[in-house]
């Protein structure tokens, strides 16, 4: 009863805070700017993306020692990162595609968006894992990158707590948030009773919000633990 209540409270708070700014990502003044909507690069071979928000303090509370410590050992603690843009089709997901780019991704393009993906053995990995199936450039992907985050605004009352967490509570206040996002358009996914990330799906042409069953289907429903970003 007193998760629950601490759940139904936590909605109420977020859904208030729903309408303030977003949170800064790091802070970093060099950051590439976002493209405008009718400049995002139209990707190929796949139905849509979706675009994975890691809760940085989980990650880090759940590795431990072996957390990256690009992303964990700093004073400027993280919230929401970007685990990666994965094109997806309706069913099931491309991965480890063969193109004509290279398999790693250039320093000078991995300080562009550190301040998104704060682990540079990360940004590699989507590239190679998921970017390599988006149809783009290296330098093409990350700007769609950029453009998908910017697109979500997340509530600055969506910080952790000390209670669980219900995922419905952290879906409405992204939905109040986020005019035209609904529940079927996302997931929360947990792991060993952590709250671990926020997957959002997104057409490939312009970044629209949209219905993603099999995505939907894969999100957790119990209240989870949210550490807090400190």
Same mark, same amino acid.
């Given at each position: ?26 802070? !970093? ?33 759940? !590795? ?36 004509? !780019? ?93 709250? $671990? ?24 429903? $119990?209240?989870?633990?949210?550490? !807090?970003?400190?």
């Amino acid at each position: 009863m007193t998760s629950l209540r601490a759940g139904l409270c936590l909605a109420a708070t977020l859904l208030l805070a729903a309408c303030q700014p977003p949170e800064s990502s790091s802070g !970093e003044a060099d950051a590439p700017p976002s493209l405008s909507a009718d400049a995002i690069p139209q990707g190929t071979g796949f139905d849509f993306y979706v675009l994975s928000l890691s809760w940085s303090p989980s990650y880090c509370q759940a !590795e431990g020692e072996q957390a990256n410590r690009q992303q964990c050992g700093r004073r400027d603690p993280h919230g929401f990162v970007v685990h990666g843009l994965w094109p997806q089709f309706e069913r099931g997901y491309p991965e480890f595609c063969k193109n004509s !780019e290279p398999d790693r991704v250039p320093d000078s393009l991995v300080a562009d968006y550190r301040d998104l993906i704060p682990s540079a053995g990360l940004i590699g990995h989507q590239w190679r894992k998921h970017g390599s199936c988006s149809g783009l450039s290296q330098v093409d992907y990350f700007a769609t990158t950029r453009a998908a985050r910017d697109r979500i605004t997340i509530p600055a009352a969506l910080n952790g707590d000390s209670q669980p967490v219900s995922p419905k509570a952290i879906e409405d206040a992204l939905t109040a948030a986020n005019p035209g996002l609904e529940a079927r358009d996302m997931a929360v996914s947990c792991k060993a009773g952590l709250i $671990r990330e926020v997957r959002i799906c997104l057409s490939k042409n312009n970044l629209d919000f949209r219905a993603c069953p099999e995505i939907d289907r894969q999100g957790c429903s $119990r209240p989870a633990s949210m550490p !807090e970003a400190r």
